[in-house]
């Protein structure tokens, strides 16, 4: 049988809440390319990234970075918890992100580069 044989198959599914803005849905990541770029775009180096360790928030420029042929190794200057790593191994660059670490605008820089 399959689901159009189904005599029990509701043809028009409702969606409680749909017109709710706070309601989640389920998409593909197409849907968040744009907000990426927005969070992206402008200085990269006043990108204001939080440490899923000890909260500690800095622009991308002030956080310690080890760096050697193949990565950027990007670590909280407080606590040395590692934020990301930058690999840069053959021709694509591939960027491993751990737990817990935010990104942000800087306001400055979001009200030079404004979303949308």
């Keep these: 049988m399959t689901m159009s044989d189904d005599p029990t198959r509701v043809s028009h599914a409702t969606h409680p809440g749909r017109d709710d803005p706070h309601t989640a849905h389920v998409v593909d990541g197409n849907a968040v390319v744009g907000a990426l770029e927005d969070l992206l775009a402008g200085d990269l180096s006043m990108l204001i990234v939080e440490c899923g360790g000890c909260h500690t928030a800095a622009p ?3 956080w310690q970075v080890e760096a ?10 407080s606590c040395t918890h590692t ?3 930058l690999m840069r191994t ?11 670490c935010g ?3 800087a306001p400055d820089d979001a009200e ?3 979303a949308g």
């Design 60 to 62: 991308l420029a002030e």
């Design 68 to 77: 050697d042929r193949d990565a950027f190794i990007v670590r909280c200057r």
């Design 83 to 85: 934020l990301w790593t």
């Design 90 to 100: 053959g021709d694509v660059p591939s960027l491993l992100i751990a737990g817990g």
């Design 103 to 105: 990104l942000r605008r």
């Design 112 to 114: 030079r580069h404004p």
